[in-house]
T-cell receptor, first 116, second 117 residues
Framework: SQTIHQWPATLVQPVGSPLSLECTVE??????LYWYRQAAGRGLQLLFY??????ISSEVPQNLSASRPQDRQFILSSKKLLLSDSGFYLC???????????????FGQGTRLTVV | AQKVTQAQTEISVVEKEDVTLDCVYE???????LFWYKQPPSGELVFLIR??????QNEISGRYSWNFQKSTSSFNFTITASQVVDSAVYFC??????????????FGSGTRLQVQP
């Protein structure tokens, strides 16, 4: 069965410090990968998605970047965190088999980031 | 572009009451999928249901039921005889084509449901 791992679960970082959040998927190959952010009391906003190694699309301009160095690894980064980067970050994957099952996303446990 | 609107920010009910969570969506796709997810206080997203745009048959699963009406672009979620464990944030989502030509989930802003004992 497929599983998705995301870490760390919580993180407190000072303004201006770097960030690296990691997400890995097991039990599937060539998944579509996503990073979502949920600001306090808000919905989920799609930040990045990736359809393959090295292929990253950004949905919103921001202070963050994403990379996909391996097929099942997705990393969210920042060189210098801002206070506005605080939020709940969720990694997700979906299949890429060309069928309706591709539409369903499976989410990690999330990382709660607080920038102080 | 696609959009999902959950106009109810927060709903509070007393246990055993029925409650309906509203969801209205916008999309130019002719084929799309609609979802409901539950987010308990722990934060993870729990998948509840997926419906495709060609299937307007309402669905019931235990105390949960969903009413999909394509004519009004709505996909409402009803919990019958609510329980304290139903307290969570509920998200409606739409899977359709983004402006970039890729398919991804677009979420509503969520409805926080509080069920009081």
């Amino acid at each position: 069965s497929q599983t998705i791992h995301q870490w760390p679960a919580t993180l407190v970082q000072p303004v201006g410090s770097p960030l690296s959040l990691e997400c890995t998927v097991e039990g599937t190959s060539n998944p579509n990968l996503y990073w979502y952010r949920q600001a306090a009391g808000r919905g989920l906003q799609l930040l990045f998605y990736s359809v393959g190694i090295g292929q990253i699309s950004s949905e919103v301009p921001q202070n963050l970047s994403a990379s996909r160095p391996q097929d099942r690894q997705f990393i969210l980064s920042s060189k210098k965190l801002l206070l506005s980067d605080s939020g709940f970050y969720l990694c997700a994957w979906s299949s890429d088999r060309g069928g309706p099952e591709d539409t369903e996303a499976f989410f990690g446990q999330g990382t709660r980031l607080t920038v102080v | 572009a696609q959009k999902v609107t959950q106009a109810q920010t927060e709903i509070s009910v007393v246990e055993k009451e029925d409650v309906t969570l509203d969801c209205v969506y916008e999309t130019r796709d002719t084929t799309y999928y609609l979802f409901w997810y539950k987010q308990p206080p722990s934060g993870e997203l729990v998948f509840l249901i997926r419906r495709n745009s060609f299937d307007e048959q309402n669905e019931i699963s235990g105390r949960y039921s969903w009413n999909f009406q394509k004519s009004t672009s709505s996909f409402n979620f009803t919990i019958t005889a609510s329980q304290v464990v139903d307290s969570a944030v509920y998200f409606c989502a739409l899977s359709g084509l983004l402006d970039t030509g890729r398919r991804a989930l677009t979420f509503g802003s969520g409805t926080r449901l509080q069920v009081q004992p």
